[in-house]
């Protein structure tokens, strides 16, 4: 079992920075492909950002690309978003999400998720 804790949400305005990170326990981080996905009010949960293993490899929704990045610390067992360029449409709640497949892009192939935090950008 892995427990995964996300934290760093907030109110930021528009053009605003913030630092998500997600700490995980129960398992080491480095077994996992690790995720944020986001869910807007009234929207489904979106895919954001994923980072394989050894974090050499990511991909992005287009939506944030240029604008987000996502890293990990193995050696913390934590994974971060870094999110910068702010809109008001990034507001959601925001979700990390472990799994054991490559393609960490859909819901169906996370393991765990942790519980998210959330996101609120004023225009």
């Known amino acids: 079992q892995v427990q995964l804790v996300e934290s760093g949400g907030g109110l930021v305005q528009a053009g605003g920075s913030l630092r998500l990170s997600c700490a995980a326990s129960g398992r080491t981080l480095s077994s996992y492909v690790m995720g944020w996905f986001r869910q807007a009010p009234g929207k489904e949960r979106e895919f954001v950002a994923t980072?394989?293993?050894?974090?050499?490899?990511?991909y992005y929704v287009d939506s944030v690309k240029g604008r987000f990045t996502v890293s990990r610390d193995n050696a913390k067992n934590t994974v971060y978003l870094q999110m910068n360029s702010l809109k008001p449409e990034d507001t959601a709640v925001y979700y990390c999400?472990?799994?054991?497949?490559?393609?960490?892009?859909?819901?169906?192939?996370?393991?765990?998720w942790g519980k998210g935090t959330l996101v609120t950008v004023s225009s």
């Open positions: 999400a472990a799994g054991q497949r490559n393609d960490l892009t859909v819901s169906e192939n996370v393991n765990y």
């Open positions: 980072i394989n293993w050894s974090g050499s490899k990511t």
